[in-house]
């Protein structure tokens, strides 16, 4: 039972360097998010997917890109990272609109991964 | 722009207390209120969700009451433990999709 896996667990970046944050989930689901995580600013929306090939942007996408080539994988993409990119970031995936009234909001989160940009 | 507010921001409780966590939202198309619970270096993970039909919802000792009118929710845990020493957290989703849009969370401790 992985669920939805995250890799790295952890990362330390210097400030220009690129990065790409791994996520896969074994439960089939359409929908797949990435959140950002900050003291007193809950979960951020960052970039999202309702289905393979699709991506959309959430709340606060600027600095980050997004790829969602198979269904189970999603990838968030650094390409110049600042120190205001500091966060833990989260996974999330979920049945979406398939997964009926009941399930569709169900959202399961990966570990996370802490990263500091110096 | 935060569309729910979560308050307090940490709580302290005693072994066996009632931990009262409150969230307020804005958006009327929302539809689908869940909690979310986190331990130390985890995900979160859903505890509870409510529907706008109904005002409340029990889950052994976890209690979500629901007020449409007011615009409001909160998350009543009854005889604490120090097991449910956690950041918590509120979320809303509306009828178009399935996108959660989160409070600022609350950090429970809960003293032995």
């Known amino acids: 039972n992985a669920g939805v896996t995250q890799t790295p667990k952890f990362r330390v970046l210097k400030t220009g360097q690129s990065m790409t944050l791994l996520c896969a989930q074994d439960m089939n689901h359409e929908y797949m998010y990435w959140y950002r995580q900050d003291p007193g600013m809950g979960l951020r929306l960052i970039h999202y997917?309702?289905?393979?090939?699709?991506?959309a942007k959430g709340e606060v996408p600027d600095g980050y890109n997004v790829s969602r080539l198979k269904k189970q994988n999603f990838l968030l993409g650094l390409e110049s990272a600042a120190p205001s990119q500091t966060s833990v970031y989260f996974c999330?995936?979920?049945?979406?609109?398939?997964?009926?009234?009941?399930?569709?909001?169900?959202?399961?989160f990966g570990a996370g991964t802490r990263l500091s940009v110096l | 722009q935060q569309q729910v507010k979560q308050s307090p921001q940490s709580l302290i409780v005693q072994k066996g207390g009632i931990s009262i966590i409150n969230c307020a939202y804005e958006n009327t198309a929302f539809d689908y209120f869940p909690w979310y619970q986190q331990f130390p270096g985890k995900g979160p993970a859903l505890l509870i969700a409510?529907?706008?039909?109904?005002s409340e919802k029990k889950e052994g000792r976890f209690t979500i009451s629901f007020n449409k009118s007011a615009k409001q929710f909160s998350l009543h845990i009854m005889d604490s433990q120090p097991g449910d020493s956690a950041t918590y957290f509120c979320?809303?989703?509306?009828?178009?999709?399935?996108?959660?849009?989160f409070g600022e969370g609350t950090q429970l401790t809960v003293n032995p």
């Open positions: 409510i529907r706008p039909d109904v």
């Open positions: 999330a995936s979920s049945y979406g609109l398939a997964g009926g009234t009941l399930a569709k909001n169900i959202q399961y």
């Open positions: 979320a809303a989703a509306g009828t178009s999709g399935s996108r959660l849009t």
């Open positions: 997917s309702v289905g393979e090939g699709t991506t």
